[in-house]
């Protein structure tokens, strides 16, 4: 189950069971035993909404990965393929059909899900290959918001912010305009929505015609969503370049979080046994894999806390729990041991919990005490309090010679130029050429793109506007206070991360307060009003919370999504928020998904 | 199953036009059944199918490893779910922890929150009435019942394309009309539709008029791009290109190509090309230093794997060379001159000094790459000549660009012997960092003589256990002690 997602405000466990219902009816119209073929991105994804064993129930006997050549052996009727609408693995697909009916005698049954949605372009280019007719199903599955917590839903789209603001792709605005859509079916209308930024416009607009297109009709749920903000990435390019600090965020960073997943060195994981010598056993080889979500207690409660602060929570529940074991020598009677005996398995898992998350602390205990990492945050905070923003930096010039990875070098220059609202001509043309001197000249490419996205760029207008908008919004704090926060600047300790000031700034005082420095942003800001009937107007119980949806396009990190909590959670706040996004992203990924591929280097 | 959904059900299956539309899942209707799905959930949330494997989940398939469901959802939860699956409606007592047990209100907002009892979904599920309050506005508008027709405008035609309908583009036939049904696909910023659009116009349009056309529609111009480089339409692309009215990120994706290709001397040809391509100043000059460099790696190349395979020339014999050349940053390429070929006069293609002048790299970053590679080959000389400048009088002096404390550092990765180092630890400006390095690197002549000149006795003393007894350090260090004692 998945009782996670019922914790929040809003119970998103409705949204999972639509998405579990439209998979048990597509699998149940392929009658008979079958096989899916995976695009391997999917699985991901998916395993967040349904697990085999629901697949198992409906027949699914075999799964493999999707790869060119022949399919291997399964003795099934049906074989499915789920995929994304892409062309190359509509070739691989193609091979496998081809070589399938070449080959075996019993004819198969194909059919094709494609996921989010069909594309007629790849059904056209699977009738140029002469397969299309071999497919009897050809249906989509439309998993656009993907409930990842009770209070955090993603489209896992990757490349969606190089599409909007890279190739004006805005198929995936579209694609959330849709969610956004199931989601007020299911929750009913959202009366309010803000935006700031060009692709929240587009949205707002799709939405709004969607809404028109079906005339006549009124959504008769009472509305769970105040307030929908729709944020673009580009309004706030800064955030996600620099290093996040919570727990969860330097987890993300270091080992990449994905679909809920991470895996780590397996060396701090090896079990020790009872007298067993230390050492003595082989080490596991295989990561070690651990789910991070809130339906672990103790991860729910560490996971959005400032890193320097979560040592002191892990030792303290380390006493606790070695208390209540401890209680077993006070327990004399059979009742008592009884008792006891009857918590056990809760403070076991308790236990295991906090030995994984000390191990895991340890781990990056270990990275956040290397020199370099102290260094490069050292650079990156003075960049963001406005510190020597203007010229070249010594420590970025002494990576590059030293040939230290590449995204490293250009988050850093990147937000270099975020912080300085562009380089000087020379001090960028500097950093170009050494760049591409050092890592290739294919790197242009990259610079490119970086350029476009408006993550790199001469300073045009002469005027940096960064200590305006830093000092009106307040993104920089110097008294921050990492252990008890009083102020979301403790994620980055320091900086307030600007998208959620933006949001913070909605709820109170508002928008018109700031109407100034949302001119030096790019795009529009606007707000539009949903007619509710009457009867569905929400009367508010004296001291309830409103419940602001948050929409990022373009992506949004662990740290904003903690910062987003942190107010969520403040006595006064009067605000709680959910989250959604296109993709969950951090520095790395990001840059790494602007950049263009290039085979990797021989040596 | 609801009696207007029957109806439905019939009315598209009796479609005559069903052979080519396969729309029985068709957006608005997708969707109304998700939403009737989610009224209906109760029975799913009841039994959730995940909860009767406590044990990890293996797959039955074999080349699955890559896929990663095995991990069982956490959950506190025992539902057993078989017994509960047909039983569930009446039941009412599943373990699912969001909903109580009580009986109680038909509020339906709360239902989101987990307040109301399952039971309300089934009851909901039943009637009708339940579907069409509960998502009225994904119903499909009455227009939409209509049978397949001729006259759509190019918005409706758009719109049902965008649920996936395959709709003839053909009886669009004027200059106008395409262009019309054009933009009513970029303002709904559907990609797949943008695209099929475009497909269709390209196969009807001349291509000046299709070009012209989108010069001034730069979205739908992104599009055709997108789908030329997918589907490996050179050709066009290549005439887009030549037009030249594009953007320079266009061209740019012209010169991307020459990562695909593989033989050197065809990549080499292509970069020739792309020189003529009207890119920015900036990137032509970029552009033009690729070429060269790859033009000269080949040089380089063939002639070094000559000289390797002869075995006559020592250099090679002893530091067999890893990879080739070919393809290789430019600062890498001066790091492989600097290490093979560090002696030859600057007229040579291979020497470093070449390399320097044709790419104009900066002094700091020659020195750098020189540094690493001769120390790499513990040649101390080379390193010492690289830091030594004679004024016109004819005095030494030592001057490192890159500052010496750097040149240290790089000392000390390759592991150079104390003597070496030392002697440019000594040369640090800095007297902290001076010490610091000092100390660090176990340069303990440096640190006296550095504690000597600050006449600082206390470190001095303190010093003095850091290095062994009995050494010739711990001997200087006593005769500065004593030496200091006697003044």
Known sequence: MAAHLSSGRVNLTALREAGRRELREFLDKCAGPKAIVWDEYLTGPFGLIAQYSLLKEHEVEKMFTLKPGRLPQADVKNIIFFVRPKLELMDIITDNVLREERGRSPQRDFHILFVPRRSLLCEQWLKEQGVLGSFIHREQYSLDLIPFDGDLLSMESESAFKECYLESDQTSLYHAAKGLMTLQALYGTIPQIFGKGECARHVANMMIRMKREFPGSQNSIFPVFDTLLLLDRNVDLLTPLATQLTYEGL?????????????????????????????????????????L?????????????????????????AKIISAA????????????IKQFVSQLPHMQAARSSLANHTSIAELIKDITTSEDFFDNLTVEQEFMSGIDTDKVNNYIEDCIAQKHPLIKILRLVCLQSVCNSGLKQKVLDHYKREIIQTYGYEHILTLNNLEKAGLLKPQTSGRNNYPTIRKTLRLWMDDVNEQNPNDISYVYSGYAPLSVRLAQLLARPGWRSIEEVLKMLPGPHFEERQQLPTGLQKKRQHGENRVTLVFFLGGVTYAEIAALRFLSQMEDGGTEYVIATTKLINGTTWIKSLMEKLEPAPF | MSRARADEEEYWHSSKFRAFTFDDEDDELSQLKESKRAVNSLRDIVDDDDDDDLERVSWSGEPVGSISWSIKETSSSSTSSLEGRDSSLQKGSSSYAAFPKQVSSYSLSSLFKGEVPHTQYGQMALSDVGVKNYAPELRRPKAEYKDYSNDWSPKDTVRRMQRGKVCSLERFRSLQDKLVLLDEAVAGHDGNVITAVLIFLKRTLRREILFRELEVRQVALCHLIHFLKETGEQKLLLDLLRLGFFSLSLQLSQYREHLNIQDVEKRREFLKGCIGLPFSAEDTSHMQDHYTLLERQIIIEANDRHLEMAGQSEIFRKYPRKASILNMPLVTTLFYSCFYHYTEAEGTFSSPANLKKTFKIPDKQYVLTALAARAKLRAWDDVDALFTTKNWLGYTKKKAPIGFHRVVEILQRNNAPVQVLQEYVRLVEDVETRLNLATKYKCHDVVIETYRDLKDRIQLIAYKCKVERGSAEEEKINSILNNVVRN
């Open chain 1, 293 to 317: 979500n809130s339906a672990e207690e103790l991860y729910a409660e560490i996971r959005d806390k400032n890193f320097n602060a979560v040592g002191s929570v892990l030792s303290k529940k």
């Open chain 1, 325 to 336: 074991f401890e209680e077993r020598h006070h327990a004399k009677t059979v009742g008592e």
């Open chain 1, 251 to 291: 987890i993300d960073e270091i080992y990449g979080i994905q679909n809920t997943y991470v895996k780590l060195p397996p060396e701090k994981f090896a079990p020790k046994k009872q007298g067993e010598k230390e050492g003595g056993k082989d080490l596991p080889t295989e990561p070690k894999k651990l789910q």
